[in-house]
């Protein structure tokens, strides 16, 4: 019973972990100016999610150890130093998106400018991991991103082309703007393999205190959590393609987004809009905050946990403090929270190297995992997203030259 | 040579837009914000969205309307086509205007006699879209 519930919590978690500014962001663009066209780098996305999500819940719960930690003590500080900054740079501005995406939410309730919202979302959010155990943060925060299943009903509502919808889950070639097509797959891509949530999620498991005997709540969980977040996105994909698609509506700013359900649902669509995007960047932005601290924790050997008093792990909760504060003045500068999610976007698919390189290797370490290690399956598994990882890196910072 | 293919794949996805293209992409995003005033009009006069955020959403479309026109002006493309498109953008920015000072007075016939304006500037700019399209192909 105890494990049945673990799982239906896990799996929320899982959805509300996985559906954020970027895949807003990136899921509006794409349905908006490509249809259908680009589902099948979601669906690509998310199948190298699962593999990485479930591995680094393995690796938490064989070896009691998070990611970040294992990494420098495999590595060595020398090795893990460069990555570990960038690392750090990268969760600062996913956090700065995430923090601008709560501030949009209320933009759009009160008018009142974003920018203006940054600082005060900011403290709240402080406020909120300052107090509250990683438990209530983890489920509060899932159980409110369920409203984001309203693209999925909305998608419905606009009756879609399921021959279409089929047809855009394998690739192919953009009839024009190639750059803009191929920066929208790497950038989807960059949003469902965000970082940041390999790094929460295994310190979530050693938070959780998991051991081997939760291996099978571990696949279940990052198999239909991931799955669950990536049908919901998909739905979003599907309704901006419905609803701006056919209008030559190209989301190019986040006001234009709203628009997005007001006629799925004609009277309350606006605001259901708002309130999605506001749970779901306050799910994202806390675990983006916890994992930089648990990042930087891990890396210096410091005490950590979100479930202790913050008195007890003083320099944790000073890293996600200090975090928050300078992730803040990016949307408080007036910095469009669109623009800066479509760079960190870009930026984590252009990262991707330094999370999967030492994934393969970890999860090969037979000392640590024995018999839990990786088998021939999940070795190909994440060779090919290793050779995914490293054609981003490639192609991702020449694309957004080109675009930009 | 292997290197010599990545370096040249680098610089055709760095190489920038030729001004014809960046002419077409400016069409195309008149467009896209023309169609989001039209749509945002709707939701408004429909009470599907509130009159603070249609103003917002208009008064950004006007913005971008005037820098677009600003970038086609700069662009060394067809003189004839170009003159056309700054026109048409001079008279979508005017109707865009006319919808927000609309919206300030929440005005909901003033809107909506201004709608068929907004869309009849739209097949304009789609037909202009084309012929530049045309052209860049």
Redesign the interface.
Known sequence: MKKAVQIALGVLTGIGGFFDIGNLVTGAQAGAQFRFQLLWSLALGTLMVILLVEMSGRFAAVSKKALPEAVREHFGVRVWAIPFVVLIVLHILTLGAEIGGIAFALQLVTSVPFAAWAMPVGVLMWLFLWRATFNAIEYSTSILGMVALCFIFASCAHNPPRHEMLAGLLPSLPKNDAVQYWLLAVSIMGAVLAPYMFYFYSSGAVEDEWDATYLGVNRIVSVMGMGFGAVITAGLIIVCAMVFQSKGIRVDSVNQAALALTEAFPFWGYGLFAITVGVACTGAACEVGLSLAYTVSQTFGWRWGESLDPGKDARFSMTYTVGILVAALIPALGVDPLKLTMLTMALNATLLPIVTIPFLMLMNDRRTLRDKANGIFANVGTALIVLISFVLFVVTIPLLIRAS | MKLRH?LAA?LV?????SDSQKFS?SL??T???L??V???SR?WI?????V??AR??VD?ATS?LERTGQSIASLDVDQAERSEALDELTRATQATRFILAALERRDVHGVDAALPAIAAH?TRV?SLSSRA?ASTQ
Do not use: K, Y
């Open positions: 990545a680098c996805l760095t190489a920038c837009a992409d195309d995003t467009r896209s914000w169609a989001s039209h749509m945002v939701a429909g009470n599907r969205v509130p603070r955020f917002q959403l950004e971008q739209i789609d399209q």
